[in-house]
């Protein structure tokens, strides 16, 4: 006898359908799986067969065959388990197929019978959205994961033994958790606890409310670090579109929390300066997201990035750009999404305090150039905001007044993203953009300069050597700070001052800052 149910296969971020067609057939007995069916599908043989006689079911005495459809499409994960578990069941006639027909099952099987979590199951829940399924069947743990979808039902158990008994309606399928939104855990940490500094915090605050990239560049424990890691404090919540993107690449990796629904919260990721390239932005033989695609709608804070190995810093180019990452294997190829925040710091040199006025720093010449060399022009070039800080002095530390919060600056944040949506809507299918990543195209539509202004800005590419690149970075910093006050258009004031926060990428070049107002 033949039955077929279907499960799904997550690729990146993406679920694929997958039938799981099983043949009971007499003869020796016999448990063969075929479909291009890694060596976890292949050893689910042994999971299936003790989880069905727990579960105190007949497993069949012929020959068993599994059969993994489409046979061209890898299959890898314990997330197949329950699907052929029901299918050797529907075979052997102890379960009707149509009980299991428009349903989506995934789940891990133990040697007991019970049915565990697994990863991307909001992937698979989407997919089930999409095909016009009736829903998913999974283990209780994924289903207020799964439940973050709207217009599917949500089938749970906690075994197969559980699970049977409900399709066969011998018992009532247990009543689901409702989708639970993670809460917003604010890590204590304020805006406020920063002194001085104002002009970096200015730059910051600028930086979130378009998503830009920015480096800070300075000697050690003038506040660089301190700065970054309050960054995600003065970010706004996730909109319900994020939510979804940054649950659904949390689920694949398998950082999602026990029977949690959507995230709230934008992800903060800080990977150590050891960090290879493959874990900075994906790969793997299963590619799997790296650090860049978990900081997704974040921050990825990058400390210490001379310290990184300059082949790793420059894989950073393609996501800087696009907002994507593309993982190519030689079966297969993975775009993981990479909207992430990339804040970076740094001292200016080895010993870390040249320039400091002070006379302490040894760097020779020679040592100062290889220090520099490991950040190439093309990476600084995609930093929009770059800021040299300096020492505070001992009189602000011991009387600065404390400034505002993280709350008041969340508030003006939100307003300039607001700004941001409403100018986009038209045109964005429903994704969320932001100043940093709107097509160029879409951004001298929406916003284009006067004359006078853009005469100005292509003045400092001479002044400055800018590359048009950085002119385009320029303009996006530019709109940015016109939406932090409100402004329909961009003003001359708004570009001097992006202007201004296009020091690091010259000063590391050898040439001296100069001042916007030497332009007019």
Request: hydrophobic letters at 45%; a neutral charge.
């Amino acid at each position: 006898m033949l039955a077929k149910v279907s499960c799904a296969a997550v690729v990146g971020v993406q679920a694929r359908p997958v039938d799981v067609e099983c043949d009971v057939s007499g003869g020796v007995p016999y448990f063969d799986t075929v479909g291009l069916a890694e060596l976890a599908v292949r050893e689910a043989r042994v999971r299936v067969r003790s989880a069905i006689r727990h579960a105190h079911l007949p497993f069949p005495a012929g020959r068993v065959t599994i059969n993994m459809a489409p046979a061209d499409l890898r299959k890898d994960g314990t997330s197949f388990d329950l699907a052929m578990a029901l299918a050797i069941l529907a075979a052997d006639g102890v379960l009707p197929e149509a009980a299991l027909r428009d349903w989506l099952v995934v789940g891990e099987l133990s040697l007991t019978g019970a049915i565990r979590p697994v990863c991307g199951v909001l992937a698979v829940a989407e997919l089930a959205a999409n095909c016009r399924q009736h829903g998913v069947i999974c283990a209780l743990d994924n289903a207020a994961e799964a439940l973050a979808v709207p217009g599917i039902a949500v089938h749970a158990a906690g075994s197969l033994g559980d699970l049977v008994a409900c399709l066969l309606g011998r018992a009532a399928w247990p009543e689901p958790a409702a989708p639970w939104v993670a809460p917003v855990a604010r890590s204590g940490l304020c805006w406020s606890d920063v002194r001085g500094h104002g002009q970096a915090k200015r730059a910051l605050e600028v930086a979130a409310a378009g998503g830009h990239n920015a480096v800070l560049c300075g000697t050690p424990g003038t506040g660089k670090t301190m700065l970054a890691r309050r960054l995600p404090t003065i970010l706004p919540d996730l909109m319900p579109s994020e939510a979804v993107e940054v649950t659904k690449i949390a689920s694949v990796a398998g950082l999602l929390p026990g029977r949690a629904g959507l995230l709230s919260q934008r992800p903060f990721r800080a990977p150590h300066h050891t960090a290879s390239a493959a874990s900075l932005v994906g790969g793997g033989s299963v590619p799997k997201p790296g650090e860049v695609s978990l900081a997704h709608r974040g921050v990825l804070f990058l400390d210490e990035l001379p310290e990184f190995p300059r082949h790793v810093i420059e894989t950073l180019r393609q996501p800087l750009e696009d907002g994507y990452v593309t993982v190519t294997r030689a079966r297969q190829t993975v775009r993981f999404p990479a909207a992430a925040m990339v804040v970076a710091a740094l001292n200016p040199c080895p010993c870390g305090h040249h320039g400091s006025g002070d006379g302490r720093c040894q760097c020779s010449p020679l040592a100062l150039e290889r220090y520099r060399s490991r950040l190439s022009g093309p990476m600084l070039d995609r930093m929009d905001i770059q800021l040299r800080l300096a020492s505070l002095p001992a009189a602000m530390l011991r009387d600065g007044a404390l400034g505002e919060t993280s709350q008041v600056v969340r508030a003006r944040v939100q307003a300039a993203r607001d700004c941001q949506q409403q100018r986009y809507a038209e045109f964005s299918d429903g994704v969320v953009l932001t100043n940093a990543l709107v097509p160029m195209s879409l951004l001298r539509k929406c916003s284009p300069l006067a004359p006078a202004v853009h005469e100005l800005l292509l003045r400092a590419l001479d002044v400055y050597g800018l590359s048009p690149r950085a002119h385009d970075r320029v303009w996006r910093v530019a709109r940015t700070m016109a939406d932090l006050e409100g402004i329909a258009d961009i003003g001359s004031d708004h570009i001097g001052e992006a202007l201004q926060y296009r020091w690091f990428d010259r000063a590391v070049a050898g040439m001296p800052p100069r001042s916007a107002t030497q332009l007019g």
